[in-house]
């Protein structure tokens, strides 16, 4: 069964701290994974995207990494911003029209 | 550049009535459309996708239709709501004839069903 699961459920940090969310996936065949942020009561904009042949990908203070060998991607924000508090969902697209969501990590940088 | 709009944003709506959201898209042409639903706690549900005006893939067996009336035109009805229909539902498109492409999404329709 196709899956993508995300760890933690949710984060509490304190601005300036860095984190890093981590996202397992089951997914077959595998084309592509996609990061995407999404604010509150907002669509989801895409941060990243990471093909087979990469293993890492800087968006700015987001640094996304791939290993297609134990299915495991990761996202690390660096110095933490209050605009930061989202939820950032993992997706995997298998190269058809199934696209394989994440439930999310809710996370909440404080000041 | 192009932009996607979705309405209405919010809706309060009684058990067994109707339901139409609409979605537009512009600059763009032959986009895939698409609608998801997003529950709490879980992660998006693929409800329908469109490669072009008429053409609907249906994901999900459910109390919920979509059109395809015009090329940038996507709508998601039902004729009778249940209470489990509520949720957040999202608009998207994305470029080309494969989905392997990234996706654009409205800015969500949140819909509570009493």
């Known amino acids: 069964k196709n899956q993508v699961e995300q760890s933690p459920q949710s984060l509490i940090i304190l601005e300036g701290k860095n984190c890093t969310l981590q996202?397992?996936?089951?997914?077959?065949?595998?084309?592509?994974l996609r990061w995407y942020k999404q604010d509150t009561g907002r669509g989801p904009v895409s941060l990243t995207i990471?093909?087979?042949?990469?293993n890492t990908k800087s968006n700015g203070r987001y640094t996304a990494t791939l290993d297609a060998d134990t299915k495991q991607s990761s996202l690390h924000i660096t110095a933490s911003q209050l605009s930061d508090s989202a939820s950032y969902i993992c997706?995997?697209?298998?190269?058809?029209?199934?696209?394989?969501f994440g439930a999310g990590t809710r996370l909440f940088v404080k000041a | 550049s192009q932009t996607i709009h979705q309405w209405p944003a919010t809706l309060v709506q009684p058990v067994g009535s109707p339901l139409s959201l609409e979605c537009t898209v512009e600059?763009?042409?032959?986009?895939?459309l698409y609608w998801y639903r997003q529950a709490a706690g879980r992660g998006l549900q693929l409800l329908f996708y469109?490669?072009?005006?008429?053409?609907i893939s249906s994901e999900v067996p459910q109390n919920l239709s979509a059109s395809r009336p015009q090329d940038r035109q996507f709508i998601l009805s039902s004729k009778k709501l249940l209470l489990s229909d509520s949720g957040f539902y999202l608009c998207?498109?994305?470029?080309?004839?494969?989905?392997?492409?990234?996706?654009?999404f409205g800015e969500g329709s949140r819909l509570t069903v009493l």
């Open positions: 998207a498109w994305s470029r080309g004839a494969t989905n392997t492409g990234e996706l654009f």
């Open positions: 469109s490669v072009g005006i008429g053409q």
């Open positions: 990471m093909t087979f042949s990469e």
């Open positions: 600059g763009t042409s032959n986009p895939n």
């Open positions: 997706v995997v697209n298998t190269g058809g029209f199934k696209t394989i």
């Open positions: 996202c397992n996936y089951t997914v077959s065949p595998f084309s592509n």
